[in-house]
């Protein structure tokens, strides 16, 4: 009897304060891309970032809504919430890595403004060990100027998407054609401002806009 294939994950971090069109975009394109069988999406505690507007909980149930309906299996992993202060990515990585198993292809996605300050991300060299990483292109964000050990260590890596699921970790690839100028931070402020976003639709999945609406978020 031929062995089952490996899984093939796809997997993205994010704040997702609110979670938005460029998330989902990001999610769908490396899921066709790299033909994964499932996309976890997975809320995090920063480390980095300012203190955020919407609850833990309400930032769960926000990419809940947002990613409901694509034509993949998505599930919202909120382990990083419910530990209640922030994780390094590489240790969430290495528990998934420890409930996968050693043969699933895991591709941790990211922009490109996160690739950028991949050399601030705690241990970043040892995420290669534990995953693929696959960046998209973000307007705003070069992929050409990374920080040199950063650039080093990704085009030693270099693979095609096709490539990823085959073995589970230490390969990246780049997806230079997206491009979509969409931020949570631009959409927070334009909520602050008391207007609906304009063009809604285009920037942010109507039922998380209804949901922001609903719970009174990002008035202030
Ligand atoms: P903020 O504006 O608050 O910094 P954000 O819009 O960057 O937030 P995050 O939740 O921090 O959203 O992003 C999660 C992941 O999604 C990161 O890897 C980020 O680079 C990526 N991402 C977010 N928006 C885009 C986009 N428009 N295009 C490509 N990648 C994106």
Redesign the pocket.
């Known amino acids: 009897m031929q062995p089952a294939p490996a899984r093939r994950i796809a997997l993205?971090?994010?704040?997702?304060?609110p979670?938005?069109?460029?998330?989902v975009?990001?999610g769908a394109h490396f899921m066709r891309l790299l033909q994964a069988d499932e996309l976890v999406v997975l809320?995090?505690l920063?480390w980095q970032?300012a203190a955020?507007k919407a609850t833990p909980a309400q930032r769960a149930e926000m990419v809940a809504l947002a990613f409901a309906g694509q034509p993949f299996p998505v599930t919202v992993d909120r382990r990083e919430l419910e530990r209640g202060q922030p994780t390094y990515t590489v240790d969430t990585l290495r528990e998934l890595r420890a409930e996968l198993g050693p043969q699933a292809s895991i591709a941790f996605?990211?922009?490109?403004?996160?690739?950028q300050r991949l050399d601030t991300w705690h241990d970043w060299q040892a995420l290669f060990g534990l995953a693929h990483l696959c960046?998209?292109?973000?307007?705003g964000?070069r992929l050409d100027a990374l920080p040199p050990a950063v650039a080093q260590e990704f085009a030693r890596r270099a693979a095609a998407p096709e490539q990823i699921g085959k073995s589970p970790s230490g390969l990246t690839c780049m997806a230079p054609d997206?491009?979509?100028?969409?931020?949570?931070?631009?959409?927070?402020a334009a909520l602050q401002r008391g207007t609906r976003p304009a063009l809604p639709a285009l920037l942010i999945p109507p039922v998380v806009l209804d949901y922001i609406e609903q719970h009174n978020l990002y008035k202030e």
């Not at 979670?19 to 998330?23: L, T």
């Not at 996605?109 to 690739?115: C, E, I, P, T, V």
């Not at 960046?135 to 307007?139: C, E, F, G, L, S």
């Not at 997206?178 to 927070?188: E, F, K």
């Open positions: 993205l971090g994010g704040t997702f304060d979670v938005h069109n460029g998330h975009a990001l809320p995090a920063p970032k955020l996605l990211m922009g490109a403004d996160q690739l960046v998209a292109a973000r307007p964000f997206l491009a979509l100028d969409i931020s949570a931070t631009g959409i927070r």
